[in-house]
């Protein structure tokens, strides 16, 4: 079992849509949370990052974590065709430098 | 403000043959990642360096890679000799510190053939 497990995706949903993406983990250290988006051809760029349980929302994003199930997630509202990426989540431990990324979804927004 | 800035952003070579990718971090970040990310899955960490210190290299294949960041600002990533298996895209990141605003630079892309 990997330490970071995604749903594979791909995931195509309309303009408009609510975008769900989730990560699953096994290591309950994990403290700090994040997501990255990664355009095709391009570095990752951070998102959003989260520290331990909660919610936290930035515009048309929010994450959520749930540290009891070892389960964070990243809603999108109002998805747009320039959300279209594929989304990493990455951990790390409370005072570690090393986050572990997920293998990433790909998301397509279809006009 | 420039990005973290990676070169050559595309590298073919032939197996066997030494390669090597640069890294320009963004002004001022103390810590430098180098990341290796193969095709449909997540960066995974070969090197962090803190200033000119290799903080944490375990994960790096040390018989054919090698690194450096001279005066702990640029960094040179090198793998000597080169195998089929090595072909990915390598991820120069920095940050100022700790685990938050890590930025990523457009990574290179090698293909050993």
């Known amino acids: 079992q990997k330490e970071v497990e995604q749903d594979p995706g791909p995931l195509s949903v309309p303009e408009g849509a609510i975008v769900s993406l989730n990560c699953t983990y096994s290591?309950?250290?994990?403290?700090?949370f994040m997501w990255y988006r990664q355009y095709s051809r391009k570095g990752p760029e951070l998102l959003m990052y989260?520290?331990?349980?909660g919610n936290k929302e930035d515009g048309r994003f929010t994450a959520q974590v749930d540290k009891s199930s070892k389960y964070i997630s990243l809603f999108i509202r109002d998805s747009q065709p320039s959300d279209s990426a594929t989304y990493l989540c990455?951990?790390?431990?409370?005072?570690?430098?090393?986050?572990?990324f997920g293998p990433g979804t790909r998301l397509s927004v279809l006009p | 403000e420039a990005g973290v800035v990676q070169s050559p952003r595309y590298k073919i070579i032939e197996k066997k043959q030494p390669v090597a990718f640069w890294c320009n971090p963004i002004?001022?970040?103390?810590?430098l990642y180098w990341y290796l990310q193969n095709l449909g899955q997540g960066p995974e960490l070969l090197i962090r360096?803190?200033?000119?210190?290799?903080?944490?290299d375990s994960q790096l294949p040390k018989d054919r890679f090698s690194a450096e960041r001279l005066k702990g600002v640029d960094s040179t990533l090198k793998i000597q000799p080169a195998e089929l298996g090595d072909s990915a895209v390598y991820l120069c990141?920095?940050?100022?510190?700790?685990?938050?605003?890590?930025?990523f630079g457009q990574g290179t892309r090698l293909t050993v053939v």
């Open positions: 360096y803190e200033n000119e210190e290799a903080v944490d």
């Open positions: 990455a951990m790390s431990a409370l005072g570690g430098q090393n986050f572990v």
């Open positions: 002004s001022g970040h103390n810590t």
């Open positions: 989260t520290y331990s349980s």
């Open positions: 990141a920095s940050s100022l510190g700790g685990d938050r605003d890590v930025f």
């Open positions: 290591n309950s250290a994990f403290q700090y």
